[in-house]
């Protein structure tokens, strides 16, 4: 009588997922700078919009917005308008950018860290401090 088995045994599923398992090692390590850059990236050009539009208010108020009025003064005029008759319609910039995991930026005027303003994000962990993806970025930081 023939012995026909139809099927895999344990020994070959066990090998077939080792191989997946170390392929997928291998492509989240190549990928995961590819991701750390493009939220870099993405944190530099909001900063450099809000920034913009933080210099554009400061121009037409001669001043930045306070910590309490934040960045939604650049987006809806404020009842402390020196010069409301300059307040741009549609706003300074259309939308408040998020930062690359979805928060909000932090935003202080006077500031602790710049000479002008201190806006930031506290990284990955949402926790000021940290290292790597987790470090905070802050417009006192660029160039």
Same mark, same amino acid.
């Given at each position: 009588?023939?012995?026909? #088995?139809?099927?895999?045994?344990?020994?070959?599923?066990?090998?077939?997922?080792?191989?997946?398992?170390?392929?997928?090692?291998?492509?989240?390590?190549?990928?995961?700078?590819?991701?750390? #850059?493009?939220?870099?990236?993405?944190?530099?050009?909001?900063?450099?919009?809000?920034?913009?539009?933080?210099?554009?208010?400061?121009?037409?108020?001669?001043?930045?917005?306070?910590?309490?009025?934040?960045?939604?003064?650049?987006?809806?005029?404020?009842?402390?308008?020196?010069?409301?008759?300059?307040?741009?319609?549609?706003?300074?910039?259309?939308?408040?950018?998020? $930062?690359?995991?979805? #928060?909000?930026?932090?935003?202080?005027?006077?500031? #602790?860290?710049?000479?002008?303003? $201190?806006?930031?994000?506290?990284?990955? $962990?949402?926790?000021?401090?940290?290292?790597?993806?987790?470090? $905070?970025?802050?417009?006192?930081?660029?160039?």
């Amino acid at each position: 009588m023939k012995n026909n #088995r139809k099927g895999f045994t344990l020994v070959e599923l066990m090998a077939v997922l080792v191989i997946l398992g170390i392929l997928a090692t291998v492509v989240v390590v190549s990928v995961d700078p590819v991701f750390q #850059r493009a939220n870099l990236e993405k944190i530099r050009a909001d900063m450099a919009n809000t920034g913009k539009a933080l210099e554009l208010y400061k121009f037409n108020e001669l001043t930045y917005p306070s910590t309490s009025q934040g960045l939604d003064a650049l987006v809806m005029p404020h009842s402390e308008l020196k010069n409301p008759f300059l307040y741009p319609d549609g706003g300074y910039i259309s939308s408040i950018p998020k $930062d690359p995991w979805g #928060r909000e930026y932090i935003y202080e005027h006077p500031p #602790r860290r710049s000479a002008k303003y $201190d806006l930031y994000t506290l990284g990955a $962990d949402g926790v000021e401090g940290g290292s790597g993806e987790d470090s $905070d970025i802050g417009n006192w930081m660029q160039n």
